[in-house]
């Protein structure tokens, strides 16, 4: 019997400039954006993080087409994206004064919390739980596809489960092309890695994954602050995930991936022996201020097979969270076998980004001489 082939749809792409939200409201791409979404389909657009793939938030096999197409794991809940703070009655319940000072001071802005949710979030969006995160972005064409659509809307990165997470449209379409209904081109994001997000449903506000939004700001407005041990290794199975990214290997390029953690001089003595004696093609993940010493010891050894690749400096953190997917596509685009990558330290951004790396290496770290 012969076996019914699948049809591929056309995937609209559209540019669409992150202007004044006011003319947004009356831009036709985002009109027909809330129109796909309205009507059960995927539509992926930009936030200050990522790129999302959206859907109602509200619509149980729309939320399932989003699995469908990224290859994600059911169980990994789906974030519900807002357009305005007093739309977060319509989803969660029990609602903490804790939500409401960190709301004031972080959103809009990357900073997802974790809450009780209403009856009407059903599980296909929430990964069977009883809780549901909601994040109001701060990005002007995200909240207007939102506030067009007239409903919440949920939505994980915009990449195939498992790779790094997308933040231009083209990453978008490599993953995602005949598979969802629309892709809305905003540009490259801002941050570049995704959402800090926080449980609130706990007596202390609890740490679920590290982002722009840091630890030490969450501080700021908290009392306490824990931290989730589930940030340093993959969750096992049986172990349900509280938030996306905490149960399965995530954010990884094709390559076999290593973290290079210890001191300066160690770290470069190591990465000196590899370049010399490595004879597979191999991706050096380093920063603006070891460049040019890498890159001369790569020319003296005559390694064509040897790929730099800077994530930016250590002076301005916030350039390496930018750049982090972006470089680890890269990798995949220049077909290496081999990954190294330096560490970082991990107060205020740091976190977040070495909680991605770690996450993309599958926690393989080799440990060099003292930091």
Known sequence: METKKTEIKKTIVRKVDNKDIDKLYKDKDIRLAADIIKSGGLVAFPTETVYGLGADAFMEEAAKKIYAAKGRPSDNPLIVHISEIREVDDIAECIPDIFYSLAKKYWPGPMTVV?????IVPDATSGGLDTVAVRLPDNNIARAIIKESGVPIAAPSANTSGRPSPTKARHVLEDMNGKIDMIIDGGTVGIGVESTIVDLTGDIPTLLRPGAVTFEMLQEVCTEVDIDPAI????VSGEAPKAPGMKYKHYAPKADMKMLKGNEAAVLDYLKKEISESEIKTAILTVDEH?????KIIADN???NIKLLSLGSLKDMKTVAHNLFDVLRKCDELGVSTILSESFDESGIGRAI???????????IIYLGEL
Do not use: I, P, W
Not at 115 to 119: D, G, Q, T, V
């Open 291 to 295: 460049r040019a010493v890498l890159e």
């Open 354 to 364: 070495m909680n991605r790396l770690k996450k993309a290496s599958g926690f393989n």
């Open 115 to 119: 809450l009780k949710k209403r009856n």
């Open 232 to 235: 340093e290794h993959l969750l």
């Open 302 to 304: 005559n390694k064509e």
